[in-house]
């Protein structure tokens, strides 16, 4: 096979992609994420073994995460830009190599390379497949890819100012554990579970962050229709990106509109002064393939979630920033201030046509922990009256697979006493259907993005509490899950850490999973898949 990847729940097969990434990344490209993951891997080994202060790390700490974060599905398929960043890494790991005296370790710390050539020789040698027992591969990949998802939440945070050094420190342990052959399957399982507990201290620190600098945010209708102006369109994640561009581009004439996981920055209060952010354009990330074509003007890419255009007029329009890459789409960095320069993007907005109407009308959202804990008498009186009967964590991604219809079905099927807890991607499965309102709370409280799940383990905690509960699991609560990239398995882990146990998890379960793990995953916590929409309610509801 010329690459391996398994890391996405569309892989191939749900066993690995083999020649091409279902998502767009070619050979070279994945073989390059291989030797970055490899190389930090070996710089963690260093830090750990040399007891180097990470504090003293400095940039070096920023640099970690965000290589953790290119290597996330659909964020970077810039193999030049992958490329630069393994010598930038090979180059800081020499130099901490030289600042310690060690006597042992792992190729991962001493490997050389010049050439591309020699690079992908490397990389061919240390991919997910050098690691001959499946039990302990599955381990250690399950734990790489929460620590992408840690990393890009904790990469957000720390642009707003927020750092935690103790998650950097957990993260160079936690690599550098991936090299130990002396660690066995129970040792690989409660690291594991570690990993989950820093998850949730990095969701609680980008929360922190995102909310001392923009509010908390709060329920709010948004506008999916469009003006005539010419626009940018803003995707991704990173709300300092979005801010800047606000600024960037007020008393142009250019209107902004969020798009996919964006669509939350509209519920915090510091993003409600400019009037011209208009509204959220589109639906989720894989719909872009349809939808950049109407839209005309130009898309930043703030984080992951790029789909490869299909037609050079729209790749022209694409700018990345970031963790983001793609191959002849203009990179913007900012300087040593954090400032980034957004001029060239207004420009050609200014050039092209405003975009078109697909759909009118809006959406409401903003159920974040503050303003769901605001409203915590309401749901505890509608619990109590027996008028909402159960909530249910519909969570996550979204994704391209048929089978994730199911979604959307299981959703309009719910009975109307039940109420939707939702944050990511996957709400755009069911978030246009107007399903109404138990005594005026919607039945879809969106709480944002897929980070925000941190806000629904929040407030399950809070319901634990009024209600009296020795186990969160006697909640009237019921967790049905989409996954798609490395982020949802942060979440996951997360979940797992808190205690919460039947978790379902679709459309399908990680094909990175060896069945003896998936069965220490059952029997321990419960986890299982997705049955028909019918059934599933009425097990469900049975519970």
Same mark, same amino acid.
């Given at each position: ?7 996405? &729940? ?74 630069? &960043? ?7 790991? %020499? ?5 310690? %005296? ?26 997910? @497949? ?34 935690? @050094? ?27 579970? *570690? ?43 990173? @709300?300092?990106?979005?801010? &800047? ?42 719909? &872009? ?40 789409? *203009? ?24 975009? %078109? ?81 138990? %005594? ?104």
């Amino acid at each position: 096979m010329s690459m391996f990847c398994y890391q996405c &729940q569309e892989t191939a097969g749900g066993k690995g992609c083999t020649v091409r990434g279902v998502c767009g990344k070619n050979e070279e490209v994945a073989k390059l994420q291989d030797l970055l993951i490899y190389t930090l891997k070996g710089i963690s080994e260093i830090i750990v073994k040399g007891k180097v202060d990470v504090e003293s790390l400095g940039d070096t700490n920023y640099e970690m995460l965000n290589s953790l974060f290119m290597t996330i599905t659909n964020a970077n398929f810039d193999d030049q830009a992958i490329e630069r &960043q393994i010598r930038k890494m090979i180059a800081v790991r %020499d130099r901490l190599r030289e600042s310690v %005296d060690i006597k042992s370790l792992h190729d991962a710390a001493t490997f050389t390379v010049d050439s591309r050539d020699s690079m992908l020789k490397k990389a061919s040698s240390v991919g997910v @497949l050098a690691t001959e027992n499946e039990d302990i591969r599955s381990l250690r990949e399950m734990i790489t890819y929460g620590l992408k998802g840690m990393a890009a939440y904790t990469e957000h945070a720390n642009n707003i100012g927020k750092e935690n @050094l103790e998650i950097n420190t957990f993260i160079y342990e936690a690599l550098a554990a991936t090299l130990d052959d002396s660690l066995t399957a129970d040792d690989l399982v409660a690291l594991t579970l *570690k990993t989950g507990e820093y998850g949730v201290k990095a969701m609680a620190l980008l929360d922190e962050a995102n909310t001392s600098r923009f509010g908390n945010p709060e329920i709010t209708e948004v506008n999916i229709g469009v003006r005539k102006n010419p626009a940018i369109l803003i995707s991704g994640h990173d @709300l300092a990106d979005l801010e &800047q561009l606000l600024e960037q581009t007020k008393g142009t004439g250019v209107d902004v509109y969020t798009h996919s996981e964006m669509l939350p920055a509209h519920y915090y209060p510091a993003f409600k002064k400019y009037d011209h952010f208009v509204g959220n354009y589109g639906n989720a990330w894989w719909r &872009q393939i349809y939808e950049f074509d109407s839209f005309h003007g130009p898309i930043l890419f703030t984080t992951n979630c790029i789909v490869p255009p299909r037609k050079e007029e729209i790749r022209k329009r694409i700018f990345t920033t970031g963790s983001t890459g793609f191959p002849g789409c *203009k990179h913007i960095t900012a300087d040593e201030d954090g400032k980034k320069d957004f001029s060239e993007i207004i420009a050609l907005a200014k050039t092209l046509p405003p975009p %078109d109407e697909i759909e009118t009308g809006s959406i409401v959202g903003g159920f974040a922990h503050n303003q769901v804990l605001a409203l915590a008498d309401k749901i505890v009186e509608a619990v109590k009256s027996g008028a909402i009967k159960k909530f249910f964590v519909m969570a996550g991604c979204d994704g391209r697979m048929k089978s994730r219809e199911y979604y959307t079905k299981f959703a309009a099927a719910l009975p109307k006493d039940t109420v939707i807890l939702t944050a990511g991607c996957a709400k755009y499965r069911y978030n246009k259907l107007g399903l109404g309102d138990i %005594d005026g709370i919607p039945r879809v409280l969106d709480a944002g993005q897929c980070n925000d799940c941190y806000s629904l383990a929040v407030i399950a905690l809070k319901l634990k509490e009024v209600f009296d509960l020795d186990d969160i699991n006697k909640l009237p609560i019921a967790f049905n899950v989409a996954w798609y990239e490395q982020k949802a398995v942060i979440v996951l882990l997360a979940l797992l850490y808190l205690g919460i146990k039947n978790i379902h998890l679709g459309p399908t379960l990680p094909g990175f999973l060896s069945p003896n793990v998936a069965n220490v995953l059952v029997e321990k916590f419960g986890i299982a898949g997705i049955g028909t929409v019918d059934g599933d309610i009425e097990m469900f509801m049975a519970r």
